[in-house]
Structure formats: structure tokens, C-alpha cells
């Protein structure tokens, strides 16, 4: 293995894996840290953690038992990859996984920071990020129910959660040719974390090249579009995918604005839609077996949510406590997950971080093969060894109608 890469999700670790694999790059997503080596064809190894908006000490723990399996298949270069939207808090866990990275691995090179994804919307421009033309802070993201971000300036947020003093490397040093010499010049001055700008994907090329050697880069999944250059033995080729035909469902847990236009774009197709609310989940009015008996009794894609607005589940939280409120509805999805594929369902659908989470940890995922992509940072996965393919979508990301296309690549030839 060529190089390892640490995910604090699972749906922004697929999008990565779609980005190393088109690169030419033999690449594995791993669900958890594996307990056994990886397969020698491997080049490109990426473990999936769930370490988003868990206590900042467990997120390092599992970060750290991730990159100690990572240093023993030969890596000899490290990317942390969190989302474009940079979800975190004033607490963590993006800099206190950062921090623990640099400490295991001892380097004193400069450590990259750049979450843009253009492709999807995400710039950085002076130090700023931005969501389409909307600064971060006024893009919807503010509202989110577990890590709302109210500050759009990444280097302020960023050096909230870390000791390190945190540098910036403007787009101007980036597209003159100095990236590197930039770089190395923040670290010589005491600021080894670099917030990096990057408009566009010729910018994030340009990064990938200027971190040739140093021992660990951080990003949005974007970063690595330059990485393959450095290191794929092939050149790209159509990826070989095998679809699943049969039965499909939707699930989702995501508020973000995203995915509620998809929810209200599936409606509008006349297809079957149930609601599920946190209390009612709660209280037992609703419960997996029920959706579930709904769910197969449907014509048409069924999609399962709990996608709701800002205020609806603010009150949510208020009533049941955000932890309480969380809990139940990805119990509910892992739950679902689980027996619907016992059910026979092939295809699962899966809107949210979250929720994607809950789905593989509930079907006891080992590894997933990339499939195709369905949207930017969107591929299809195929289960390792078993009749069943998966859509994880992080909130923000795919167009209106994602749904439509994910039923479509999941079962194609």
C-alpha cells in the first residue's frame, strides 16, 4: 500500500476512494480499522471512521489506531479526509485529530488544510469558505443540528481546536507556481498547519504536487485529485461494475437543504414516501418493523426520512435532548437497514453521514468495492462478497434528482 488515508465518515470516504480510483489508484474503503492485513494489490487504502461528532479523545484514539494499521501495510503517505464543509466544533474533532496525526508521526513538515471540493460547490479563498456563492456561515450550515458552523474564516475555526499556530497559503502563491516554497516557509516560521485556498480543481492539482513527500495532508476529498499523479502505476480505466437488480429503498436522516429538495424532487415523481419523527420513535408509535412492512408493501422506490427543517428539529432536541434524539433515529435506520436486506433488498439508498454510519455499522460492513459515480463526490459501492450495492450520500452533496440516478447506476451493467 502506497497510501493511507483516514475518513471521519463514511460517505466522505467513498467520495474519496471514487477520486483515488478514477486517478488509476488499486483502492479499498475499509468500514473500521481491518484486523487483518491488507491484500497486496492495494494501493490506496482508505479506513472509515465515524469519528465525526464523537468526544474529541475517541475521535484520536480511533484516528491513531486507524494510522497504526495504515504505517504497518508500508504507507508512505497519510491524508485525513473530513468533510468539504469542514464539520466540527470549537472543541473539535478536525484539529485534535490533526494534532495527534503530526505527534504519532513526527513530522516537521508543513500539513496541509484544504476542504474545498469545486466540483461540489466548496472553495477557499482567503482563508474564507464558501458554498457555491454563499460564505459558509450563510449557506445553511449554520443551522446544522450537530456541528452548525457560524464562522466562515477556516483559520480562525481551525485554530480554536488546535495549539499549533495556524498559517495560510493564498491562491495567488498557488497559481504562480510558489506552493510549495510557500509552504515550507509557513512551517519555517512556526506555523505547521496551512490553511491552503483553492478555487478550482487546478488549484487542488497543484497542492497534490507541492506535498510530494511530506508525511500528511488534510482535506476534503478533493485534495486528492494530484495524488494519483504521483503515484498511480496505471493509467485511468472504466471501472468494472456489477449492479444489483431488485429491490431498492431510500433512507434518510439528513436536514440538510440538499437533501430535502431531493426528498421533495422524489415526491414530486409520485413515489411512496413515510416520515418518521424522533418522539414517535421514542415513544413507540414507530418503529423499524412497521416502516419496514410499509416499505415492502409499496410500488415504486419507498423512501424512508426524517429529514426535517432547523426548527422542527430544534423543537425535537428540546423535547428529547439532542443525544436522545440522535440516538433513536440512527438506531431506527441501522435497525431498517438490517432487515431489509434480510428482506431481500439489493440496492440501499442512504442521505446523511449519520445515517450512512448507522446503515453500515448495523449491516456489519467489512470493505466496499468503488463503483461508478452517480453525482460528484457520489459513487456507487458494492458490499465486498455479497448480492447488495449502496448509495452513501453526505447531506449536501448530489442534485435534485439523486434518487432517480442512484436506482438507475445501482442496477446497471
Not at 84 to 99: E, K
Request: aromatic share 6%; net charge negative; with cysteine.
Amino acid at each position: 500500500m502506497i497510501l493511507g488515508a483516514i475518513g471521519d465518515d463514511f460517505t466522505g470516504s467513498s467520495d474519496l476512494g471514487l477520486i483515488l480510483s478514477q486517478g488509476g489508484m488499486r483502492t479499498v474503503q475499509y468500514v473500521g480499522t481491518p484486523a487483518k492485513p491488507a491484500a497486496p494489490e492495494v494501493e490506496a487504502g482508505i479506513v472509515a471512521l465515524k469519528t465525526r461528532s464523537i468526544p474529541p479523545r475517541d475521535a484520536v484514539q480511533q484516528s491513531l489506531e486507524a494510522l497504526e494499521w495504515l504505517r504497518a501495510q508500508g504507507c508512505r503517505q497519510f491524508l485525513f479526509k473530513y468533510c468539504s464543509t469542514f464539520d466540527s466544533t470549537p472543541q473539535g474533532n478536525i484539529g485534535p485529530v490533526i494534532d495527534a496525526l503530526i505527534d504519532a508521526l513526527g513530522t516537521q513538515d508543513p500539513v496541509i488544510v484544504c476542504p474545498a471540493f469545486p466540483a461540489t460547490g466548496r472553495t477557499i479563498y482567503r482563508g474564507h469558505l464558501f458554498v457555491w456563492d454563499k460564505l459558509l456561515s450563510e449557506s445553511g450550515m449554520e443551522n446544522h443540528p450537530i456541528t452548525p458552523m457560524t464562522d466562515p474564516d477556516i483559520r480562525r475555526w481551525l485554530q480554536l481546536q488546535t495549539q499549533r499556530p495556524v498559517g495560510h497559503v493564498a491562491v495567488d502563491a498557488i497559481r504562480s507556481g510558489t506552493a510549495r516554497e510557500s509552504l515550507m516557509e509557513q512551517a519555517g516560521d512556526g506555523r505547521q498547519i496551512v490553511i491552503c485556498d483553492a478555487i478550482d480543481d487546478a488549484d487542488l492539482i497543484e497542492l497534490g504536487a507541492a506535498a510530494e513527500g511530506f508525511a500528511l495532508l488534510t482535506g476534503g476529498s478533493g485534495i486528492a485529485l494530484g495524488l494519483p499523479r504521483l503515484y498511480a502505476e496505471r493509467t485511468p480505466e472504466d471501472i468494472a461494475w456489477r449492479g444489483e437488480p431488485g429491490r431498492a429503498i431510500i433512507l434518510s436522516g439528513s436536514c440538510s437543504q440538499a437533501t430535502r429538495d431531493q426528498i421533495t424532487r422524489h415526491a414530486g415523481t409520485g413515489a411512496p414516501q413515510l416520515k418518521v419523527e424522533a418522539t414517535e420513535l421514542v415513544d413507540g408509535r414507530q418503529s423499524a418493523e412497521k416502516a419496514l412492512e410499509w416499505a415492502l408493501a409499496q410500488e415504486g422506490v419507498p423512501l424512508v426520512f426524517s429529514s426535517d427543517d432547523p426548527a422542527s428539529v430544534k423543537a425535537a432536541q428540546s423535547e428529547l435532548g439532542a443525544d436522545r434524539a440522535a440516538e433513536a433515529i440512527e438506531t431506527f435506520f441501522g435497525e431498517l437497514a438490517d432487515m431489509a436486506v434480510k428482506a431481500g433488498v439489493t440496492r440501499l439508498i442512504s442521505a446523511g453521514g449519520e445515517t450512512s454510519g448507522a446503515v453500515v455499522g448495523a449491516l456489519g460492513v467489512d470493505a466496499l468495492e468503488i463503483g461508478p459515480m452517480i453525482d460528484p463526490g457520489v459513487p456507487a459501492l458494492r458490499v465486498a462478497g455479497k448480492d447488495l450495492v449502496l448509495a452513501l450520500k453526505s447531506g449536501n452533496f448530489g442534485a435534485p434528482d439523486f434518487f432517480c440516478k442512484a436506482y438507475d447506476v445501482m442496477g446497471s451493467r
